[in-house]
Nanobody, 119 residues
Framework: VQLQASGGGLVQAGSSLRLSCAAS????????MGWFRQAPGKEREFVAA????????YYADSVKGRFTIARDGAKNTVYLQMNSLKPEDTAVYYC?????????????WGQGTQLTVSS
C-alpha cells in the first residue's frame, strides 16, 4: 500500500483546510486509515481514524468537533477536514493505513504534509 498525502499549508487561526491522502496498491487489504501529527519537539500523536468501509470514525479529544475524517471509496482517498484551526494545530500531518483489525497500529505511512497556523 502506498499513501500520498497533500493539502498542507500556511493559514491563519480560525481558518479551514482539507488534507487528502490517496491510497494505491493493495487497497483491498486496508482495514482502516488514520491521520497523525507531529509538532516540533513533540511526539507523534493520533488525530483521527476511519474504517475503510467508512462506517466508524475516531478522533482525538483535541480535535473533536473541529476536524472531520471522511473517505471517498471511488478515489481510495481519505480526507481530513480541519475547521477552526488553532496555532497549536501546527504540525507535520501524516496519513497511515493498517491492514490489521486495529485503529492503533499502522503498517503503512505516507510522507508528511506541513500545516502551519499563524495567530
Amino acid at each position: 500500500v502506498q499513501l500520498q498525502a497533500s493539502g498542507g499549508g500556511l493559514v491563519q487561526a480560525g481558518s479551514s483546510l482539507r488534507l487528502s491522502c490517496a491510497a494505491s496498491g493493495r487497497t483491498f487489504s486496508i482495514y482502516a486509515m488514520g491521520w497523525f501529527r507531529q509538532a516540533p519537539g513533540k511526539e507523534r500523536e493520533f488525530v483521527a481514524a476511519i474504517s475503510w468501509s467508512g462506517g466508524n470514525t475516531y478522533y482525538a479529544d483535541s480535535v473533536k468537533g473541529r476536524f472531520t475524517i471522511a473517505r471517498d471509496g471511488a478515489k481510495n482517498t481519505v480526507y481530513l477536514q480541519m475547521n477552526s484551526l488553532k496555532p497549536e494545530d501546527t504540525a507535520v500531518y501524516y496519513c497511515a493505513a493498517t491492514t490489521r483489525s486495529t485503529y492503533t497500529n499502522y503498517d503503512y505511512w505516507g510522507q508528511g504534509t506541513q500545516l502551519t497556523v499563524s495567530s
